[in-house]
């Protein structure tokens, strides 16, 4: 089993509308979450990072997490094509260990105009 | 905004070959990383760097791979000799203290070996 699942789309949606970008992990000992935005050829950019589970919201964006069914979610408000992308969800152990961000597979969304 | 820096951009080698990857990490970061990403696969850890030394590395990390900061400003990645499956983009990224966990990725460099 992998360690983190991400369904990888493609997802098209028209402008406007609300995206939901999901994970699935395996490792409980994951305790920080994050979302990352990737444009064709470039370094993934941070766009929101969690620790608890819960809701933080951030703008149109809005992250979820439920580490009790080890599911994480990303929320696109009133898309816009600007949002067209990869999106990668990423993970990391407690405070202490590990370092190292486990990705999943990234979905690709494209926004249509 | 703060940025990592990477050099060069695109980076086309002979098999065999030896490679140095450089990035110039956010200054007041901690700790530095460097990650891989094949085409159309998963963004990998390769190895992390505190305190002038590696504190992790993954498997992929063999010795055929090392890192150096050799001032207070540069971070690189040595690939001694390279082989064709090491054809990739290689991200750097850094981080701050303890309690922030976001990391900030450089633009790449993307290696091709022929």
């Known amino acids: ?32 979450f994050m979302w990352y935005r990737q444009y064709s050829r470039k ?8 620790y608890s589970s819960g809701n933080k919201e951030d703008g149109r964006f809005t992250a979820q997490v439920d580490k009790s069914s080890k599911y994480i979610s990303l929320f696109i408000r009133d898309s816009q094509p600007s949002d067209s992308a990869t999106y990668l969800c990423a993970m990391l152990g407690p405070s202490g260990s590990a370092r190292q961000l486990t990705f999943g597979s990234g979905t690709q969304l ?3 105009p | 905004e703060p940025e990592v820096t990477q050099t060069p951009s695109h980076q086309v080698t002979q098999m065999g070959q030896e490679v140095i990857l450089r990035c110039v990490p956010i200054s007041n970061h901690l700790y530095f990383y460097w990650y891989r990403q094949i085409l159309g696969q998963k963004v990998e850890f390769l190895v992390s760097f505190y305190n002038n030394e590696i504190s992790e590395k993954s498997e992929i990390f063999d010795d055929q791979f090392s890192v150096e900061r050799p001032d207070g400003s540069n971070f690189t990645l040595k690939i001694r000799s390279t082989k064709l499956e090491d054809s990739a983009m290689y991200f750097c990224a850094s981080s701050g203290g303890t309690i922030n966990y976001g990391y900030t990725f450089g633009s790449g460099t993307r290696l091709t070996v022929v």
């Open chain 1, 110 to 112: 494209t926004v249509l």
């Open chain 1, 43 to 50: 370094g993934p950019e941070l766009l929101m990072y969690t």
């Open chain 1, 1 to 32: 089993q992998k360690e983190v699942e991400q369904d990888p789309g493609p997802l098209s949606v028209p402008e406007g509308a609300i995206v939901s970008l999901n994970c699935t992990y395996s490792n409980s000992a994951f305790q920080y």
